[in-house]
């Protein structure tokens, strides 16, 4: 398991309401740029804060740099356009390529940010790209700029370094619409875990999407076997969907749900976010044996789905691999009531059989029978059944180490 911090620094509308938030990767607890390269400071941010957080808010957006590479793979298209602005970096240049791509977010909702250098560099061309620019009022004055907002009314202008309340009175008056800096809140460090999918897996999924876009089951399958990119898939397939009423709740749902397109730009995501850090094989493998285990039980109830059986089994470790609060972590994923009832409760059919296996796991047998007796199983046959879980698991994870 891996932390992965970042800077959050809030902006505000000229109502002085929490318009949105600028996100920026850190490597600990300082308020320091990064050493590593941007596009993976960009893939960590979003990993961690769209695949695992659970504070977003619905109307809050959050501003994110990405840089050429990401905009052309087009990284911003695994994120909602509703909750994502994408900051172009002011090193990208403005090709045909890129400007093609900026041209197609917008057409996809997402709003574009640049820095006010664009005005006069080789972007003054392009300017109805851009949705949002941003001035430091360290190195301009808000009357600089009367001129420029009267002329791109249609575009709306972000204060930066706002120091002090004169400050954030004459941008007002000269129309800046939103506004940043220490007057308001200073940058407060995020800091999150993560769990990083295994990096054969991601490259199974690359190759499959690559040779054989249609296979739906050898990627549910790939999928399946790795727990943390089984939770981001399904977690991903939730935040992308168009209406409430789409229940994904299942790998097959989830991967068909995103299509090749969005699957592909997720595990590119994740590839580039997760290379250097392997963590929680342990965890990751205890729950696959599970998911393997409960998937393949025979049991005569009508509240037991092999599906979600090996959902409950796969995501059960969630939260001591994530260092958070199971109903924070499963909160966005529309997971059935039964599901999420054992996921957080343990309660339930599902709440049983995990307890089931966690006497298994600590060779307490005397609550094996107890649960074999409630849930109407054959004790033995449930032990044989678990083992060869655990011996297929013992396969699967010994195939996926880096």
């Not at 619905?58 to 909750?83: C, K, N, T, W």
């Not at 054992?342 to 709440?351: I, N, R, T």
């Not at 649960?371 to 678990?386: A, R």
């Amino acid at each position: 398991m891996a932390e992965v911090f970042f800077s959050c620094q809030p902006i505000f509308d000229n109502e002085l309401q929490h318009w949105g938030s600028e996100l920026l990767f850190r490597e600990g607890l300082e308020n320091k740029f990064p050493s590593v390269d941007e596009d993976t400071a960009t893939s960590r941010i979003l990993s961690a804060n769209f695949l695992v957080s659970s504070n977003r808010k619905a109307e809050i957006r959050y501003i994110v740099s990405f840089g050429e590479s990401s905009l052309l793979d087009e990284i911003p298209l695994a994120m909602p356009a509703q909750h994502l602005i994408i900051s172009v970096t002011e090193d990208c240049l403005p090709s045909p390529e890129l400007v093609s791509k900026l041209r197609n977010y917008r057409s996809e909702g997402y709003r574009i940010l640049m820095d006010c250098k664009a005005m006069t560099n080789e972007w003054r061309k392009y300017l109805e790209l851009v949705d949002i620019f941003s001035i430091s009022m360290e190195r301009s004055h808000p009357a600089d700029w009367q001129d420029a907002i009267a002329q791109f009314s249609q575009q709306v202008f972000l204060a930066r370094k706002v120091e002090t309340q004169e400050e954030l009175v004459e941008a007002q008056s000269f129309g800046f619409a939103l506004f940043q800096g220490y007057f308001f809140e200073k940058p407060q460090i995020v800091r999150t875990a993560d769990v990083a999918p295994s990096v054969m897996s991601l490259l199974d999924v690359c190759i499959i999407i690559n040779r054989n876009p249609d296979d739906i089951d050898t990627l549910t399958k790939i999928i399946s076997k790795d727990v943390s990119l089984l939770y981001k898939v399904i977690a991903s397939a939730n935040i992308l969907a168009k209406t409430k009423t789409n229940k994904i709740s299942n790998p097959r749902q989830a991967v068909i749900y995103l299509g090749v397109q969005s699957l592909r730009r997720l595990v590119s995501l994740l590839i580039m976010s997760n290379l250097d850090h392997q963590h929680a094989a342990q965890l990751q493998s205890v729950a696959l044996c599970r998911a393997t285990f409960l998937s393949s039980l025979q049991l005569d109830s009508k509240a037991f789905n092999q599906d979600e059986g090996f959902i409950v089994g796969a995501f059960s470790m969630l939260d001591v691999m994530l260092s958070k609060p199971m109903s924070d972590i499963i909160s966005h994923l529309d997971l059935s009531p039964d599901v999420k009832r054992a996921l957080v409760a343990k309660e339930g059919v599902y709440g049983n059989l995990l307890a089931l296996c966690h006497d298994i796991e600590h060779a307490n047998w005397n609550g094996l029978l107890h649960w074999c007796n409630q849930l109407k199983l054959n004790d033995k046959t449930v032990l044989k059944d678990f083992e060869q879980a655990r011996s297929s698991t013992a396969d699967i994870t010994s195939s996926m180490q880096v």
